[in-house]
């Protein structure tokens, strides 16, 4: 993530893998403030045996775009809706509108939960381990509805 | 893509999949039109053998989302700014801003070719050879960048 | 609707169509987490006897616009504002901006009592007694803007 | 519909009513420029025999609302894209935005055709006979969406 | 105003135009509640001897376009933020998109006062009292700033 | 108005003008490139016997906001597109949101027609005849309406 | 800046420009309530030894382009989401959107902070001094987003 | 800039900067296509003698905010509007709303010609012969306008 201020969504993205069993690491890297540590970050990703990088940034967000600059690995980008911002349009478009050649996988405005999942399928289509719990997790979510409607069946809702 | 006035755009992915020797197969399917026949493909895509899946979609874009409700896959989805589309809004947050639990590894408006380099990119992270056509693919972009400042500073451009 | 934490919204459509006596169902169906369950719903709506379908939802809001490709009985579409929403354009637009063929009746941003009333004009259309609850209840709204209005004038405002 | 130059696209609902046997009328009244007509039009309608009303209109458009404050039937509204239109938002806002009380069914841009559909699967709640050829419009629609699909199989598309 | 809801805002076009010392009359009337009270005060606003009329409104707002066509008096519209505004756009769009023929003299978002001072300006053009009053008023605008900048240059800002 | 280039939009105030038989002078003053003329220009205006002024300009438009700002009279703006524009927005809220005591009274994009027809109602305010040409153009309105809808229904539209 | 309300905001700039020791005064001057004091301050800046001006305002904000068209020095424009804003767009194209010939230095909505610093940046092009505390306050946030890093690391965030 | 493709509108800069006499370079760097290219270049530009640098990009436009990063010379941004961009909004967000600490210039939407001109003005504001050039473009500017009024008023325009 960009910056310290987006430890708070980006968490998300770190208990849903942690739920999900992938392993992985979570560092504060700023394109702005930190440009030499996100080069060396991001082109030493493929050696140090990243799969997927999972990148949230707010406001003219160019973490996750440059990151996909500097790796041939899937980049997922998170748009973070922070303060001044400009109703989070500025971060959706910033990293969303990627030029050809250079995607990066946008999810939902502070969807870090999302990205995790988004993460976890990317592994588990070549890892039938994971995407069973993929699967799994999405199993739960069905149940969570269904007792909604339940609840609201029985007049407990 | 859910329409055949989507073709020409969605070709791109479908000319980058086979520049990078990635089989593939195109379709279309609309979440609108046919929903049984979308129901089927996404539901059995894993069992198909599919990895991958690229949905693209213009206006009240659904086919991407429901595609992803469907399938553990990981899913693409590629906004396409289709006639009558408010400039391309509709089918950016449409694809974009998914909920909880089910995301869409959304590109930019119209950007196919960009769909196809993702599909790629998550299957390269897993194969070291698509990995590194990947790698070469964006080299080239590198290489017909310096050769448009060679032409500037040549007086060519 | 989608969710649970539509409830609060989609209970004015609930209470409008209890203070017209019209007869309806509430459920939590949810396009992207239960899609099997919405298949069912809005397939087998006509030969339950329904004659309109209110679905609401937020963020890609696809529950109307899918629950409309499965039936051929009008459906309604309430874009409801949820969190993380781009201050609700993503579910106004993903419920609008339906393809030909298949459209949503969309009502408002959150609003669940206009769809309710739309719910009694579609039935009022062809049943005398409900068309002229739907006249007495906007004979009501009339009275109550020119009590304001008197209120107004005589300084109690 | 609002102005003589709303035709081109209004025709559209004209021609899908015809298609489906529904028998309408069509007239040019425009809130702005002959408030009085439209007055009496929508006054009027329930006792004239109407039973759906589409009103479509470009800009600031005030004819679907002023219509639906006049009639207890239910009213749809077609925003149009006019000249000087801000890409269709003010159209699309004046027409959906409407206050508690008085909804009107909002399709997307510029889709007169939709709005036919609509008013026929409003009818058809009441009429098997209807409703069975809204069923079939949606069918055929099916078959153009498999048939593009079969071209671009065998390689015509 | 079309909604008791409205006076906390229109409240301020009454207190400016009381302090410029121009006589008003003030009302709710609502375009879509009643409508028939509207089409009398806009089309009777000559005859009993109005000059200006402010109108406010909020989401889908048609009061200030319905009473300017109604009249050949000069209309000015109050877009106003209403609870479930998609940001104030609906009621500013609604308000200022008025076709050819039929302006509304639009003010900005919420801004009932610079209303009254616009009223009392189109007032001023023809009455030199009124026209002074306003020149005074602004005069004690640059005064406030002024004085505004003296605090902040001695340190008591 | 602020360019040449606006002269194309600008003519058809003068256009309506000299159709009202409203007596008008037509300039080209740029705020930010003849700020001496623009001042000059706005503060003279009363002291020349103006009534009213009307101020068209593109992009950041600060003429007609800086116009309202030295002078008492009423100030009428007209928002353009110009090219390289953001769709229009920069100059519509460049000239609408005027802060409190400085108001501007805005028309639609491109309207200078509607410009001139309510520089008109606002000189008809106080001039009995003016007033009446300007009801009898709203006449002339109507009946255009009225042939439209005649030619749709004889089916010569 | 334009207004007194603005000072919490453009506080920013004065502290950051004082803690890089670059001499500046601060003053209120409204481009629309005091315009003749915003010419005479423009005009004079150069002789009485500016070398940047920085100008913030909010809504319909004239005071950095009004600025820009009457100085050849360098502008730096801060738009203000003041309140009744629309979510600040209106500031933001305002001050950005500037005609050919007039630039206006835009940044970020609310960013004085950044303000200040690009003034720095300004003046450091031209003496290394000022130019090596610019890099040294980089080289401070670059420390700070590490120490972030190491705190998450250990856990410590 | 970061495209040969845009060249035709970056050459607008080269061209203003060339009729001032100020030296300059014009290269072809792309922040996601050789990302270290762009590092070496903005590392190298205090040490190579730049004073300022114009940065022109669109889409996702991560080129003037990269270079920020990592000079501490000022830098200005021009949003380009790119085939696919979303009405430009994209390269205008993503260029404006950088981070606090490292501000980018932002001008207006393809404005290079503006950019040329605010890089003289900073390297005026140190230099009396630069400024006077500025000065004298800008009165060249309003001669132009003038003489646009003279050819209305002389009825040739």
Chains 1, 2, 3, 4, 5, 6, 7, 8 share one sequence.
Do not use: C
């Not at 993530?1 to 968490?11: E, V």
């Not at 893998?17 to 080069?39: C, G, N, Q, W």
């Not at 003219?60 to 990151?67: D, K, N, R, V, Y």
């Not at 070549?126 to 269904?146: N, Q, T």
């Amino acid at each position: 993530m960009g910056s310290q201020s987006d430890l708070a969504i980006m968490n998300e993205a770190a208990k849903i893998l942690e739920s999900l069993a992938i392993p992985y690491e979570i560092s504060i890297v700023s394109a702005h403030r930190t440009p030499d540590k996100m080069f060396d970050y991001a082109s030493s990703a493929v050696s140090r045996g990243l799969k997927v990088i999972i990148a949230g940034a707010g406001g003219a967000a160019h973490l996750p775009g440059m990151t996909a600059s500097l790796t041939p690995l899937p980049v997922i980008g998170v748009p973070i809706k922070s303060s001044n911002s400009i109703d989070g349009w500025d971060s959706v478009l910033s990293i969303l509108q990627m030029p050809n050649g250079v995607p990066v996988a946008t999810v939902a405005l502070n969807a870090a939960q999302n990205a995790g999942i988004l993460a976890a399928q990317i592994i588990g289509a070549f890892d039938a381990e994971v995407l069973k719990r993929v699967a799994d997790f999405k199993e739960k979510l069905k149940e969570k509805v269904e007792k909604g409607n339940s609840d609201l069946q029985s007049g407990k809702a």
